[in-house]
């Protein structure tokens, strides 16, 4: 079994119903461009979340406490970022499904880290900042997904003829 083979059972998993559709890769200069910023943008995600370890890791070395929500935070960052990177390559490779998880979970996560981040007492201000600054982040790559040169570059997949769908609304 080749590594694509395993990838592309991966994609059915993360892309359902729509994991079949692929583009052809776009040459427009601005998509390039946009897909080269949101990689630096989720590298600086991946940092933040390394660097929220590392600062976690330096106080609990230095008896300082680190309450069980500032790990899973670390663990979370680091797991949206990983995720995130993957769903980024496959999009550059014309897989549809994955710029649609991009546009989604960019939009998503923020709204998330803010919310907790609004919860007095369940993280210290170091990590209420990071959260604001991934957010922040985020907010950047989601900017970049919606704009209309890159939401042209992958266009929705054709809807198949009713009489071809798998489930039958009256049967519902």
């Known amino acids: ?45 991946f940092v933040l979340g390394t660097g929220t370890v590392v600062a976690s890791v330096v106080l609990t070395l230095n008896s300082s406490p680190v309450g069980f929500a500032v790990w899973m935070r670390c663990l979370v960052v680091l797991g949206i970022t990983t995720t995130l990177f993957y769903f980024l390559w496959r999009a ?43 957010a922040i982040l985020l907010i950047g790559i989601s900017d970049y997904l919606q704009s209309d040169y890159l939401r042209e570059a992958y266009p929705k997949p054709p809807q198949a003829p009713r009489s071809d769908r798998k489930v039958d609304r009256k049967a519902r």
Not at 19 to 26: G, I, K, L
Not at 104 to 123: C, D, E, K
């Open 1 to 45: 079994m080749t590594v694509e083979t395993m990838l592309r059972k991966l994609d059915k998993i993360a892309g359902g119903s729509i994991a079949h559709h692929r583009v052809e890769p776009s040459t427009d200069r601005r998509v390039a461009r946009a897909f080269r910023v949101i990689t630096w943008l989720l590298i600086a995600c």
């Open 92 to 134: 550059r490779l014309g897989w549809y499904w994955a710029f649609r998880r991009l546009q989604l979970f960019s939009r998503i996560f923020p709204i998330i880290a803010l919310v907790l981040a609004a919860i007095p007492g369940l993280y210290p201000l170091w990590v209420i900042t990071e959260q604001i600054v991934f």
